[in-house]
C-alpha cells in the first residue's frame, strides 16, 4: 500500500462529531432539501443538528452546503456513502462559525461569498449544539496525531 493510500484510507475512517458537505447541482444527484433531510434523519441515529443553505457560484454552478453535528463521532465514510457526489470535510472552528458560514451571515455577510446565496434556502433541523472551541480544537489535534501527522 503506497504512503497515499494509507492516507486515504486513514481518511475514510477517521470520525468526527462534525462535518461540511458541499453538493454541486444537488438536483442532478436527486438531493432536493426533503432528499438530504431524509437522508439524514433516518440513516443517522446519533444526528444532533444540521443545516443547509443554497447558493450558485460565481460560474454558476447551484450547490448546497450543508453543516451536520452528531452527538457521537461517525466516519467519514458513512457519510460519504449516504452522499456519494458531495464534497466533505470535517468541520473546522466552532458551531456558530460553521452556521455563518452556511448562511452567509457574521464575518461572511461581507464577502464574496455571500453574493453567491440564494435567499430563502436556509433550514436547519435538531438543537444548535454548546461547544467549547478549546475542546473542538484538542479533539481535532488528537485526530490529526492519531492519523500520523506531526508538526516537523
Known amino acids: 500500500m503506497s504512503i497515499i493510500e494509507s492516507n486515504k484510507q486513514q481518511t475514510n475512517n477517521s ?3 462534525a462535518y461540511q458537505l458541499t453538493i454541486n447541482n444537488p438536483l442532478e444527484y436527486g438531493f432536493d432539501h426533503l432528499t438530504i433531510k ?10 444532533r443538528y444540521f443545516c443547509m443553505a443554497d ?4 460560474e454558476g454552478t447551484p450547490h448546497t452546503h450543508l453543516y451536520v ?17 458531495a464534497h466533505i470535510e470535517p ?22 461569498k455571500a453574493e453567491t446565496r440564494v435567499d430563502g434556502t436556509f ?20 485526530e490529526l496525531i492519531k492519523a500520523g501527522y506531526s508538526n516537523a
Open 38 to 47: 431524509k437522508t439524514l434523519v433516518e440513516n443517522f441515529t446519533t444526528l
Open 91 to 112: 468541520a473546522h472552528g466552532n458551531v456558530q462559525s460553521n452556521i455563518d458560514y452556511v448562511k452567509k451571515t457574521g464575518k461572511w455577510s461581507a464577502s464574496d
Open 15 to 17: 470520525q468526527r462529531n
Open 55 to 58: 447558493e450558485i457560484g460565481k
Open 123 to 142: 433550514e436547519e433541523w435538531g438543537t444548535v449544539p454548546t461547544q467549547k472551541g478549546t475542546r473542538a480544537d484538542m479533539e481535532e489535534l488528537y
Open 69 to 85: 453535528y452528531f452527538n457521537s463521532r461517525v466516519r467519514f465514510s458513512t457519510v460519504k456513502k449516504n452522499f456519494p457526489s
